[in-house]
Nanobody, 123 residues
Framework: QVRLVESGGGLVQAGGSLRLACVAS????????MGWFRQAPGKEREFVAV????????YYTDSVKGRFAISRDNAKNTMYLQMNTLKPEDTAVYYC????????????????WGQGTHVTVSS
């Protein structure tokens, strides 16, 4: 079992930045691929970014490319999401997820989920 705990959310003005962190504990060897997802009020949970176990490969949804950066520090069992030039449409609950699969952008492909951290971007 892998436990994931997110932090770093908050209220920020449009154009600002936030850095989210996700700390993994437990059977961290199962956290092969890790990703960030988000869910805005009234909408389905959507993929944001994914990173492979060694950080060699990353992939982003189009709406955040060039603004967000995903990274991980396996020595600290921590994954990050640096979010720059935030927009009101980035407002959502952000979830950390992990899977033992090579990589996937589908919510159904992830075995483990955090509790989420709220990000609110004001205009």
């Amino acid at each position: 079992q892998v436990r994931l705990v997110e932090s770093g959310g908050g209220l920020v003005q449009a154009g600002g930045s936030l850095r989210l962190a996700c700390v993994a504990s437990g059977r961290t060897s199962s956290a092969n691929t890790m990703g960030w997802f988000r869910q805005a009020p009234g909408k389905e949970r959507e993929f944001v970014a994914v990173i492979t176990w060694n950080g060699a490969y990353t992939y982003y949804t189009d709406s955040v490319k060039g603004r967000f950066a995903i990274s991980r520090d396996n020595a600290k069992n921590t994954m990050y999401l640096q979010m720059n030039t935030l927009k009101p449409e980035d407002t959502a609950v952000y979830y950390c997820a992990a899977t033992d699969r090579p990589w996937t952008t589908s919510t159904q492909g992830y075995n483990y989920w955090g509790q989420g951290t709220h990000v609110t971007v004001s205009s």
